[in-house]
């Protein structure tokens, strides 16, 4: 990808260097799970679709999932105007079962994983050491309250690799955005259920990113209310 066009993970650190420790023949590689993940409109979305792109082009079969997008339906949509058809992941969807229905699946694209279950990632790490399927989840790290989600912990736990994406989003201040404030009624609010979805036009909910100190402090910035 070039610089500048679209987004691209920065500093990907594989969390163990599995080619090293495996008895597989040269030339074999075990499926990998990667996840990706920083604040709103860092292009995780964006990234998701891209990658997506690429694999299929490459002739590789692949299934794209999402939850709770930002259009409602189910199909994973970036700010910036692309959109695909995808999978729901209801909390009762198996997705071994899902995946094996069909003939043959070399990847999968998990929009939005951090609202998955933790049953959900399980199946997903189950899914690359039992089938060889890639998989390549994307979503925030943290709610609200900067608490973990905790499916985006499983996925740290058990992921090959971590990536944060940071496309320069910033803060009102100009910092780094780091972390997703939930705005109601033009107050930051610490408490209530951790998945709301918000910034639809029938949704009091709003969420804006802000940098650590005013994640801390409370302070939206003038005109952001
Ligand atoms: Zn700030």
């Known amino acids: 990808m070039r610089s500048g066009s679209t987004p691209s993970p920065l500093r990907c650190h594989p969390v163990t260097d599995l080619s090293a420790l495996s008895p597989v023949p040269p030339g074999a590689r075990d499926a990998v799970l990667k996840f990706f993940f920083g604040p709103m409109d860092c292009g995780k979305s964006t990234l998701a679709l891209q990658m997506n792109y690429n694999h299929s082009r490459q ?58 279950t933790v049953a959900q990632i399980e199946q997903l790490a189950d899914l690359v050491d039992d089938h060889g399927v890639d998989v390549y989840a994307f979503g ?3 709610d609200f309250r900067s608490v973990m989600f905790p499916a985006a912990q499983r996925l740290f736990e058990l992921a090959d690799e971590v990536c944060r994406l940071q496309v320069e989003v910033l803060c009102w201040c100009g910092r780094p955005g780091l972390l997703n404030g939930r705005i109601v009624g033009g107050e930051l609010v610490r408490t209530g259920e951790q998945v709301v979805i918000g910034d639809t036009d029938r949704s009091p909910v709003r969420y804006q990113v802000l940098c650590r100190r005013h994640h801390r402090s409370g302070l939206l910035g003038e005109g952001t209310a």
């Open 140 to 142: 925030l790290a943290s």
């Open 59 to 116: 002739g590789r079969r692949g299934l794209v999932l999402t939850k709770h997008d930002r259009s409602g339906g189910p199909q994973v949509t970036s700010r910036i105007g692309l959109g695909l058809e995808a999978i729901e992941v209801e909390d009762s969807l198996d997705l071994v079962t899902l995946v094996t229905a069909y003939d043959s699946v070399d990847y999968l694209i998990c929009d939005e994983a951090c609202f998955y």
